[in-house]
């Protein structure tokens, strides 16, 4: 289950670098949009929707990445402890 929801995560994470990026693309556009005046309003207008969108995909990736990766933790730290519980019994009976 623990290789599943790291797999998940993963994704996750990648799709909210690939948001990350766009959304320094589109700001990028929104600012050359303005430098260049009149001419480009419908690319700046383009480029305000485009960083709305990221804005949003990356709102909703971190929305699904943090529910998925509690419970993960939360196993991983039952696990850590019932190991070091079993190691020290181990090591009392010895």
Excluded: H
């Amino acid at each position: 289950m623990t290789t599943r929801i790291e797999k998940v995560s993963a994704v996750f994470k990648r799709i909210g670098v690939a948001a990350s990026e766009t959304n320094l693309l589109a700001i990028n556009a929104v600012i050359e949009g303005g430098r260049a005046g009149s001419a480009s309003r419908g690319f700046t207008v383009v480029a305000g929707v485009v960083l709305s969108l990221t804005g949003q995909a990356a709102s909703v990736t971190w929305d699904i990445t943090e529910p998925v990766e509690k419970p993960n933790s939360q196993a991983d730290r039952f696990a850590n402890f019932y190991l070091s519980a079993d190691y020290a019994f181990i090591s009392a009976l010895t």
